[in-house]
């Protein structure tokens, strides 16, 4: 089983500030059908609002979604989805300390963090905004109150087009890379070759993981240098880098995704 895993926002969906290639979308929907590849999303999205996206854009419904960051699966069968209660149970299991509520109340009061409303909070995700001027000392502060008491882990990201910083805290058993190593599993697949791609913040961590990364050409810059660092360290990691000018394409987002797919042999 060949799969073929990648985040959504501003990796396969066109929605940053960089021009997307006419027909990406088609193409992937084209060849992902073409090579039989399980096609998974690994978004920071929640059901319904991958379900909007994948309607806004037209890009076809993945086989599984991994949605919350990585604390729910589901699988898309018969036209409709089925929530993976076996991940649930692993992750309570693997993190016995975690507890969101107790976490909401260690950072409440904590000054330019704000609370995410209650579609974006789940039983393992605790989520906030963050001013982003300020995430020093709110990562800081959050750290002093948080850190290493909750099995969880702390994840912040950018969102470049609002602005605005995110704080996820997740349980350490629970992230984006953690549910794709229980797919891969599942499936039989080596995690070598699972194919993952990824532009920012959060995707560091299945693009470190051992498996075969892709970052799409807008990646952010600070995710580039991360994995680069991450790359010297770990001389056995293996991360493409879309650079575009392949097969008519500019390796932005959905042809960044298609060019990686490519450079994996899960399109030939
Ligand atoms: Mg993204």
């Not at 895993?5 to 990796?11: E, G, K, L, Y």
């Not at 502060?141 to 008491?149: H, N, Y």
Request: glycine share 10%; net charge negative.
């Amino acid at each position: 089983m060949k799969i073929l895993a990648t985040d959504m926002d501003r990796t396969l969906l066109p929605n940053g500030s960089w021009q997307g290639d006419d027909g990406a979308i088609e193409l992937f929907n084209e060849l992902t059908g073409q090579f039989d590849v399980l096609v998974v999303y690994v978004t920071g999205r929640n059901l319904a609002l991958a379900e909007a996206a994948t309607h806004e854009f037209g890009v076809r419904p993945p086989d599984i979604l991994i949605g919350d960051v990585g604390t729910t699966i589901r699988k898309h069968e018969g036209g409709g989805w089925h929530f993976d209660e076996g991940w649930s149970r692993h992750v309570k299991r693997v993190s016995p300390r975690w507890d969101a509520m107790a976490i909401r109340e260690a950072v409440a009061g904590i000054e330019g963090l704000r609370e995410q409303e209650a579609e974006h909070q789940n039983p393992f995700k605790q989520s906030y905004y963050a001013d982003h001027g300020r995430r020093e000392e709110i990562i800081a502060a959050v750290s002093e109150r948080v850190e290493g008491r909750y099995d969880e882990v702390i994840v912040y990201s950018y969102d470049s087009m609002d602005d605005k910083g995110l704080i996820d805290f997740l349980p350490n058993s629970a992230t984006k890379q953690t549910a794709l190593e229980y797919v891969a599993e599942e499936y039989g697949c080596d995690k070598g070759e699972v194919v993952f791609c990824g532009d920012s913040g959060n995707d560091i961590f299945p693009l470190t993981a051992g498996f075969s990364g892709v970052l799409v050409r807008n990646a952010d810059e600070q995710l580039v240098e991360n994995v680069r660092h991450a790359m010297e360290q770990d001389p056995d990691l293996k991360v493409y880098f879309a650079k575009g000018d392949f097969k008519g394409l500019n390796g932005y987002y959905t042809s960044g995704v298609i060019e990686g797919a490519y450079h994996y042999g899960l399109f030939k």
